[in-house]
């Protein structure tokens, strides 16, 4: 194949571009990011619509690329999916913040959750539970304070539902992220050890102007409260959303309204301002 000649080359070179060669840097660069302390979380708070306190904060992984710079997660997640990387980041993710959750409640900041994200894939894991239990006692983080944000496609599977099962019964947190979006039927909702529903941000975007948002963001609320769950919307950026929210008895909210997700250290002004 690779001596057909110059200009065959040359076509192959250039429809290789950008994109593929893009993909392949960061399959290799993904495979030694761990070791080379290449990732970090930065943290974003949900604020009670009740209160106006800080209810808690998610955690979002960070990839700074030496050569690339920042990599956003919706580009390599899925690669780390794919090439089997998924648990060992998890688990650092996991780990990481369930640490730093600690930190802030030993050095007197008031006690709040921490959630992190969990890919469908890295839950069909078969040691997730033990995991979980592992870097809770390690960290000594009470499991009230992890909440695990994980997607309604989790429940397709049935060792997954046990495993849901387990976490639930150590006493996690257990919120549906990206709630609306997926095509799965809403039954799962009852049968399922679930505290929270979090509404996608594609909703919320222009829940003023499209009577079709308003409409889907509504109905999620009442059926979350009809279902005793707790919901959150994100993606919050105006006071109106806010607003309207709020109105609309939406129990928790966490956007660039708020505050964008920033390293912990930034994240602790926002106790200490
Ligand atoms: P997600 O869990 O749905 O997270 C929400 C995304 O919206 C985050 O993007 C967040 O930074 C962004 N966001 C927050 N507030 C606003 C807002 O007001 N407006 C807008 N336009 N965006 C807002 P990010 O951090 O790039 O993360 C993207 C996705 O990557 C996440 O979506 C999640 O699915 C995944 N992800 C992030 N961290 C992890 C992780 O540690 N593990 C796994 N498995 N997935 C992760
Ligand atoms: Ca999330
Ligand atoms: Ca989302
Ligand atoms: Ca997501």
Redesign the pocket.
């Known amino acids: 194949v690779k001596d057909n000649g110059k200009n065959n080359h040359h076509f192959f070179a250039s429809f290789m571009n950008d994109k593929t060669e893009r993909k392949m840097e960061i399959d290799k660069g993904l495979r030694e990011a761990l070791e080379k302390n290449q990732f970090e979380?930065?943290y974003?708070p949900k604020m009670d619509l009740v209160t106006g306190d800080i209810s808690g904060v998610?955690?979002?992984?960070?990839w700074h690329h030496p050569e690339m710079g920042m990599i956003?997660?919706?580009e390599f997640?899925p690669v780390a999916e794919e090439i089997g990387l998924?648990a060992s980041?998890?688990e650092w993710?996991l780990q990481t913040a369930c640490t730093q959750c600690m930190k802030w409640q030993n050095s007197g900041f008031p006690s709040i959750r921490v959630a992190?994200?969990?890919?469908t894939l890295?839950f069909r894991q078969q040691n997730l539970v033990s995991t979980v239990r592992r870097i809770l006692k390690d960290s000594q983080l009470n499991p009230k304070c992890l909440e695990l944000?994980i997607t309604e496609s989790v429940m397709q599977n049935t060792e997954s539902i046990h495993k849901l099962f387990e976490l639930k019964a150590m006493g996690i947190y257990m919120s549906i992220?990206?709630f609306g979006t997926g095509y799965s039927s809403l039954s799962y909702l009852k049968r399922m050890p679930i505290d929270s529903l979090k509404i996608?941000?594609s909703f919320i975007n222009d829940i003023h102007m499209d009577p079709t948002d308003t409409m889907i963001v509504t109905t999620i609320i009442n059926l979350a409260k009809s279902l005793n769950l707790r919901v959150i919307a994100?993606?919050?950026?105006t006071a109106e959303q806010l607003q309207f929210l709020k109105q609309h008895k939406c129990d928790e909210i966490?956007?660039?309204?708020i505050s964008?997700?920033v390293p912990a250290r930034e994240f602790e002004m926002v106790w200490t301002k």
């Open positions: 979380l930065y974003q998610e955690a979002l992984i960070r956003s997660p919706v997640i998924i980041i998890g993710a992190v994200n969990v890919s890295q944000e992220d990206d996608d941000k994100e993606g919050v950026e966490q956007g660039f309204f964008k997700p």
